[in-house]
């Protein structure tokens, strides 16, 4: 299966929310429970280091980053998220498009990223441990879903090659 990895733009943003919303119904990918409008999520992700995975005209999967802090110092610190079409799992879309996103983030200056992982999400724990991420410790019971269920989450980060 050949796809490219471009910018994400807001003409994406229906394929991408559906992609976010299979996410949010596995109940492990997120602690969000409805998706926000377009303008909601842009204005709370970095406006650089927004991709998506495209299969001829379908987006399969996306990967953005968030700023962890307003405050100056963290600048360079960001928050990743990734989102990989149930359909198109399994098929090394997601090591790709972390790769890239990796990349470019340091491209654009960011010199540490992090992932806050439901610890269920062990797929995700793994993605991001091969992309080059170490845990750095979990966090006990840090939120309940809608069946008042704990989750613990694991959290990750990676360090910038350029630093």
């Given at each position: 299966m050949e796809y490219q990895i471009v910018n994400m733009t807001a003409d994406d943003w229906k394929q991408v929310s559906d992609i976010y919303a299979a996410g949010i119904k596995t109940g492990i990918a997120t602690f969000q429970q409805d998706i926000p409008e377009w303008c909601e999520w842009d204005n709370g992700h970095c406006?650089?280091?927004?991709?998506?995975?495209?299969?001829?005209?379908?987006?399969?999967?996306?990967?953005?980053?968030?700023?962890v802090s307003s405050r100056c110092v963290y600048s360079g610190v960001a928050e990743v998220s990734i989102y990989i079409s149930p359909?198109?799992?399994?098929?090394?879309?997601g090591h790709k498009l972390l790769t890239a996103l990796v990349n470019e983030a340091d491209e654009h200056g960011y010199w540490m990223l992090q992932a806050s992982i439901i610890r269920d999400n062990e797929k995700s724990v793994k993605l991001h441990e091969r992309c080059g991420f170490r845990v750095v410790g979990y966090r006990e019971r840090l939120g309940q879903m809608q069946d008042r269920k704990w989750h613990d989450v694991i959290l990750v980060e990676k360090r910038s090659s350029k630093d």
């Open positions: 406006k650089d280091c927004r991709l998506v995975a495209r299969y001829k005209d379908i987006v399969v999967g996306w990967a953005a980053l968030s700023p359909f198109y799992q399994s098929k090394g879309i």
